[in-house]
């Protein structure tokens, strides 16, 4: 059955459950980190392309592509020291984060 397309006969389609999904990403958000007041964002683009295989110009269909998807703050830690190896790896000191050459009372 042809229906009007419209948000309400997206209803229990994939497209539904992204954009549903995308405001639970931004809800989950908002309750792990309340104090940070950066906006969280919601999107739903419809693009529509004309089924026009004949270059008539009489097109009767379309193709639709819907994209949706969250836009949340990054997650930013503090300022960790951590040392440069000569081989490339990098090391970190548990016992003081801020330092990581700081000497630790386990070393002594």
């Given at each position: 059955m042809k229906?009007?397309?419209d948000l309400g006969s997206l209803k229990y389609t994939v497209v539904d459950a992204a954009f549903r999904d995308a405001i639970c990403d931004c809800g989950?958000?908002?309750?792990?980190?309340?104090?940070?007041?950066?906006k969280r964002e919601v999107h739903l683009v419809m693009e529509l392309v004309p089924d026009n295989p004949d270059g008539t110009g009489d097109v009767d269909t379309a193709h639709a592509t819907f994209k949706v998807?969250?836009?949340?703050?990054?997650?930013?830690?503090?300022?960790?020291?951590v040392g440069c190896q000569k081989?490339?790896?990098l090391t970190f000191n548990e016992g003081s984060p801020e330092d990581v050459n700081q000497g630790t009372l386990d070393e002594a």
């Open positions: 229906t009007p397309l989950d958000d908002i309750k792990r980190r309340p104090g940070l007041e950066t998807w969250s836009r949340i703050p990054k997650h930013e830690t503090k300022v960790y020291s081989d490339g790896s």
